[in-house]
Every structure is written in structure tokens, then in C-alpha cells.
């Protein structure tokens, strides 16, 4: 065979490589998208929980705080806004809130020694503890989940394909910088 007889079968050979190549790319990155939208599923299940759990808290706290008037609706209002959050971010900061308003509404059962010993409370309690530490697994899961494909669509050869696939990044899910800091203990 001359030269030209190889030149359309290497040319053809190349393009083969590249194109199954992409689809490699693609299908690798469609799976990291799908886990980062499963990963956001598992949040949200443990936030609808908890979202769950608190109107059940408020009510058995209320039997013993009544006047406690504005914490209960702060905290209802921070489920709600936790509840109707549509993004990432919206639901990291309504959740931020929420966690805050709750840790005030702890607080105030802390004056109330015949509410600690309440049996449904502490039941109530131990759910939210539970459902709490769910969350954070969650959101850890996710982060990761979200780290490992925001760095696929980054590096080279890897960007190329997500930009012509339009992959985009994903947001990570924040705590609050109040939350980062460390508590002053006293004595």
C-alpha cells in the first residue's frame, strides 16, 4: 500500500479514539451529576424529617413555655422557609436559620427541668438528635459528591467535553460562619 491508502483509515482510527474517548467523558460525567442530584436527594429527605419533627417539639414545648411566644414563631418560621427552599443555597441558608432558631428554643426548654423530663419530649428530642446527625452525613456525603465532579468538569481534557456538554459546577452546602465558631466556655 502507498501512503495515501493509510491516511484514511489512520485519520478514520483517530477519530474513533476520540469519539468513544467522549463518550467515556460524557457518560462519566452524567453519573457524577446523577450522584450529586442523589446526594441533594438524601439532604433533603433528612431535612423534610426534621422539618417534620418540629412542629411536634413547639407544641409539646409550648405545654410549658407559653410565654414563650416569639421563639416558637421564629422557629415556625424557619421551618417554613427551610421547607419551601428550591436551591442549594436556599436551603443551606434556611437550614442555617432553622438550626439557630432551634438551638434558642433549647435554650428555653433549659428552664424548664419537669419539660426535660417529659417522655414525649425526650423522645422528640432524641429524633431530632438522630434526624440532626443524618444531616450532617448528608450534607458531608454531598460535599464530596460535589467536590469529585466539580473537579471532572475542571481538568484538562475532561473541561472541554463538559463545556461542550454545558456541565455546570454545584454548589457546596454551607454552614454559617456563626455556626464555624467555637464556643466560649466559662466557669
Same mark, same amino acid.
Given at each position: 500500500?502507498?501512503?495515501?491508502?493509510?491516511?484514511?483509515?489512520?485519520?478514520?482510527?483517530?477519530?474513533?479514539?476520540?469519539?468513544?474517548?467522549?463518550?467515556?467523558?460524557?457518560?462519566?460525567?452524567?453519573?457524577?451529576?446523577?450522584?450529586?442530584?442523589?446526594?441533594?436527594?438524601?439532604?433533603?429527605?433528612?431535612?423534610?424529617?426534621?422539618?417534620?419533627?418540629?412542629?411536634?417539639?413547639?407544641?409539646?414545648?409550648?405545654?410549658?413555655?407559653?410565654?414563650?411566644?416569639?421563639?416558637?414563631?421564629?422557629?415556625?418560621?424557619?421551618?417554613?422557609?427551610?421547607?419551601?427552599?428550591?436551591?442549594?443555597?436556599?436551603?443551606?441558608?434556611?437550614?442555617?436559620?432553622?438550626?439557630?432558631?432551634?438551638?434558642?428554643?433549647?435554650?428555653?426548654?433549659?428552664?424548664?427541668?419537669?419539660?426535660?423530663?417529659?417522655? @414525649? $419530649?425526650?423522645?422528640?428530642?432524641?429524633?431530632?438528635?438522630?434526624? =440532626? &446527625? #443524618?444531616?450532617?452525613?448528608?450534607? %458531608? !456525603?454531598?460535599?464530596?459528591?460535589?467536590?469529585?465532579?466539580?473537579?471532572?468538569?475542571?481538568?484538562?481534557?475532561?473541561?472541554?467535553?463538559?463545556?461542550?456538554? @454545558? $456541565?455546570?459546577?454545584?454548589?457546596?452546602?454551607?454552614?454559617?460562619? =456563626? &455556626? #464555624?465558631?467555637?464556643?466560649?466556655? %466559662? !466557669?
Amino acid at each position: 500500500m502507498n501512503n495515501g491508502n493509510w491516511t484514511l483509515p489512520i485519520i478514520l482510527g483517530i477519530i474513533a479514539v476520540i469519539l468513544l474517548y467522549a463518550v467515556s467523558v460524557y457518560n462519566g460525567l452524567v453519573r457524577l451529576r446523577n450522584r450529586v442530584r442523589n446526594a441533594w436527594a438524601q439532604i433533603d429527605v433528612q431535612l423534610k424529617t426534621r422539618a417534620d419533627l418540629i412542629p411536634n417539639l413547639v407544641e409539646t414545648v409550648k405545654g410549658y413555655a407559653a410565654h414563650e411566644r416569639g421563639t416558637f414563631e421564629e422557629v415556625v418560621r424557619a421551618r417554613n422557609q427551610a421547607v419551601s427552599a428550591k436551591t442549594v443555597q436556599e436551603a443551606a441558608d434556611a437550614n442555617n436559620n432553622l438550626t439557630a432558631a432551634l438551638q434558642r428554643l433549647m435554650v428555653v426548654v433549659e428552664a424548664y427541668p419537669q419539660l426535660k423530663a417529659d417522655q @414525649n $419530649f425526650l423522645s422528640l428530642q432524641a429524633d431530632l438528635k438522630d434526624t =440532626e &446527625e #443524618k444531616i450532617r452525613y448528608s450534607r %458531608q !456525603f454531598y460535599n464530596d459528591t460535589v467536590m469529585k465532579y466539580n473537579t471532572d468538569i475542571e481538568i484538562f481534557p475532561k473541561n472541554i467535553f463538559a463545556g461542550i456538554f @454545558n $456541565f455546570r459546577q454545584e454548589p457546596l452546602f454551607k454552614i454559617a460562619e =456563626e &455556626e #464555624k465558631a467555637v464556643p466560649k466556655v %466559662q !466557669f
